[in-house]
């Protein structure tokens, strides 16, 4: 058996929806951007899979092919000592001028694969069509995809066609090249299912194979689905398939976690959007590890059940997780780990692809409504040029053999622990024979992330995401460690083994600091730059934050990372010249410019006054000339704490985009909660009597590339949490001030 390799592959999808192409290759800007391929070669990738797709060569006619950008690519894909796998349609209907249910597909689409293989005969690994069964679904069952059909002939129809598409590509391919493989990818999953709904299941389970059934010529009237295929008139087809079977050279296994199904009939379970059902019954239809027990099989199972039933070549052919960043690397390096551990049980797993290299765009709408929403991957394309991420360093990790994990990835991913239950667990039964689960959980907690500042708003929201996202943290407050002992500093980083420190301490009294500068200056200047000057001196990571207050206001734009500073007040040049300072100490820090927190567990701040208030029906006074990008601090958290595992330094603005008076900041929040918006009073800033002058204008842009959610979504969530905290019994004393918002259960993690 060979060494077993890293794969890859950017999210390549070209989808049809009505008369519109989606080409994820143009969105994440691959499109032009050749050099991203030597950034993947030096994550030590052996084989790519990459486009030449139908829709993007030939999308006019069958005779017109535009060669021009696939040639420059595959050319220097070749030269980096990368194998092309070539994907010639991937969740596509092909071009204008056919269609997945057209009689004429296999036909057209094995003429453009021999055209294929005579401009590129070099090319031995090739993925005629990706996810078959799956394409055929969205397309002619569920209606989401070009033809959007909802019609279960014609989703066989779809299947069917695209099948003898892949085997008369093959052949067209296999006679300029009789190298050539067959890589046969498809999603793959087990469904798992209440006594009630095991019928749905039983066929589920039975269809999750029909692409490489179909291939490999298994689909004979001893099959389970032949005569119901044959009722639709599809069994001529059957027939010649069985008598002339192109089997994969290696199985495809595409799983995710979303990949393991659960169908319930207990529907009150379940919110409306996870209902649906069959022309029997209802039932509710949930990813599995959000609410089995035990948890379902995962890829493990799905490899295991693939190779006992083909007995051939495997490869995990697309592996992403879009979520967090440590869980993103706990993710690749299980199905990593899995596949070497499966190995060595005599099962043949050739490769683990890291799939969506520049992440993908509007999966959470498969791919229906271009909306913008981002998931990234191993490279984040929303900045000037692709930043690597922390998924980046683990795959070069895997991909050379050199190096370490980075501390903050070493736990449990959530689907290992607790916080996967979603809904209320059902207990399933565990069939015989059950795949094998070896997985083991890293003995003990990790390095931890040291984080200073125990009582505010920010340090308690650290420590609260490193809990969720199960990262090892050190929470300090002055007691622990003393910001103005140098020594102190150096002492508990040492003991602790930290792998990194964020200070979210120092002095946030913006009007005080007018009468007292030099404590302000202390704590924002000299206890910051002590502790970066302590981590530069161990080599070890430091984040720390600033603020809006930095600026002047007088531009009367957003103001971005490269302008300069012009302070009004002593604590916006106390920040100032803490990132000045912390900046030009070198090392490692990443300073974050950040304004205007908003957050559910923070009783004190702005929005938390606001909502007592109207709760009361009070009028609630706010500034409608002072403009800033409020922050909702759970955001705030995480993207700090992504960045810090990506290995970001220097200077990053980090507020949800947006620009807002302060008195619209509370229309909004009062509109997101269903209060009295008009119980908000515009009012002048210099009627509050501040002691320390504000900039008129000062919201925050980056030109490093937008990473914080849209700030509509932001105060959705806010709203979310708080409504269930401030409308519930103790309503009444929390408007009263008599005790903080709630807390409440924070978002599920992002699953792909």
């Known amino acids: 058996m060979r060494a077993l390799e890293l794969w890859g592959g950017h999210e390549q999808t070209v989808n049809r929806v009505g008369g519109t192409f989606h080409d994820q290759t143009v969105r994440s800007g691959h499109e032009h951007r050749i050099e991203d391929l030597e950034r993947f070669a030096a994550l030590g990738i052996k084989a790519l899979r990459y486009p030449v797709l139908w829709e993007r060569v030939a999308p006019e006619a069958p005779d017109r092919l535009a060669w021009q950008w696939t040639d420059l690519r595959l050319a220097r894909i070749r030269t980096l000592g990368m194998r092309p796998i070539a994907g010639l349609l991937h969740h596509g209907s092909g071009p204008r001028y056919v269609s997945l249910i057209d009689p004429d597909f296999p036909e057209l689409f094995a003429g453009y694969a021999r ?116 009722d639709f008139g599809l069994g001529d087809r059957l027939r010649a398939l069985a008598d002339a079977p192109c089997p994969p050279d290696v199985v495809g296994v595409n799983h995710y976690l979303t990949s393991d199904r659960l169908l319930d009939h207990r529907i009150h379970r379940y919110p409306p959007h996870r209902v649906g059902g069959n022309a029997f019954m209802a039932y509710a239809d949930v990813e599995a590890v959000r609410c089995a027990l035990p948890a379902p099989g995962g890829l493990e199972g799905a490899l295991e059940a693939a190779w006992a039933r083909y007995r051939l070549p495997l490869a995990v052919t697309e592996s992403h997780n879009g979520c967090t960043r440590e869980e993103q690397a706990r993710w690749v390096r299980e199905a990593w780990e899995t596949a070497a551990r499966l190995r060595v049980r005599g099962v043949e797993v050739q490769a683990v692809t890291a799939w969506a290299l520049l992440g993908t765009f509007d999966w959470n709408s498969l791919l229906t409504r271009p909306l913008g929403h981002y998931e990234v991957g191993a490279f984040d394309v929303r900045a ?94 002055r007691q622990e460690l003393d910001l103005a002992d140098e020594g102190a500093i150096g002492r508990v980083l040492d003991e602790s083994g930290a792998w990194g420190l964020v200070n979210a301490a120092g002095w946030v009294r913006v009007d005080e600091a007018e009468r007292e500068a030099k404590a302000c200056m202390a704590a924002n200047v000299g206890g910051a730059a002590r502790l970066a000057r302590a981590c530069r001196d161990r080599g070890l990571p430091f984040a720390g934050f600033s603020s809006d207050l930095v600026f002047d206001g007088r531009l009367r734009r957003p103001y971005v990372e490269s302008d300069p500073p012009a302070p009004l007040s002593v604590y916006g040049a106390s920040k100032a010249r803490a990132e000045r300072e912390i900046l030009e100490l070198g090392g490692r820090p990443l300073m974050i410019r950040t304004a205007a927190f908003f957050s559910p567990y923070d009783p004190y701040n702005f929005a938390a006054h606001l909502v007592r208030a109207l709760i009361a029906g009070e009028p609630f006074e706010a500034a409608a000339d002072l403009v800033v990008s409020p922050t909702y601090v759970p955001d705030l958290a995480d993207m700090t704490l992504d960045l810090l595992i990506d290995g970001e330094t220097g200077l990053r603005h980090l507020t949800n985009p947006g620009a807002l008076s302060w008195a619209e900041f509370a229309r909004h929040i009062a509109t997101a909660l269903n209060l009295d918006a008009d119980l908000v009073r515009n009012r002048h800033s210099g009627e509050f009597d501040w002691p320390a002058r504000r900039p008129k204008h000062a919201p925050l842009a980056t030109e490093r590339g937008e990473i914080m959610p849209a700030l509509d979504g932001a105060v959705a969530r806010y709203a979310a949490i708080v409504a269930e905290a401030e409308f519930a019994p103790e309503a009444e004393a929390l408007a009263e001030g008599g005790g903080p918002l709630k807390p409440a259960r924070r978002q599920r993690p992002r699953v792909s």
């Open 115 to 230: 055209a294929v293989a005579e401009r590129y005969p070099w090319v031995d690994d090739w993925t005629p069509v990706n996810e078959p069964l799956t394409t055929a679904r969205f397309s002619a069952l569920y209606g989401h995809w070009y033809p959007h059909a909802a019609d279960e002939r014609l989703f066989w129809t779809a299947l069917v066609n695209q099948i003898d598409g892949v085997s008369r590509a093959m052949a067209e391919i296999r006679a300029v090249n009789s190298q050539a493989r067959l890589v046969q990818t498809e999603d793959l999953g087990r469904c798992y299912a209440t006594r009630a709904v095991a019928h749905q299941a039983e066929f589920d389970n039975t269809r999750r194979w029909m692409t490489w059934d179909l291939l490999a010529g298994r689909v004979t009237p001893e099959h389970p689905l032949w005569r119901r295929l044959s």
């Open 384 to 477: 000037p040029e692709p930043r690597p991420t922390g998924l980046a360093a683990e795959l070069a990790r895997i991909g050379t053999g050199r190096g370490e994990p980075h501390p903050a990835t070493e736990g449990p991913g959530w689907w290992r622990r607790d916080i996967r239950l979603e809904f209320q667990p059902v207990f399933r039964t565990v069939e015989t024979p059950e795949p094998r689960a070896e997985w083991r959980a890293p003995a003990g907690p990790g390095r931890p992330l040291l984080i200073t500042g125990a009582t505010g708003t920010l340090g308690k929201a650290l420590a609260r995401a490193c809990e969720w996202r199960g990262i090892a943290y050190r929470l300090t407050g």
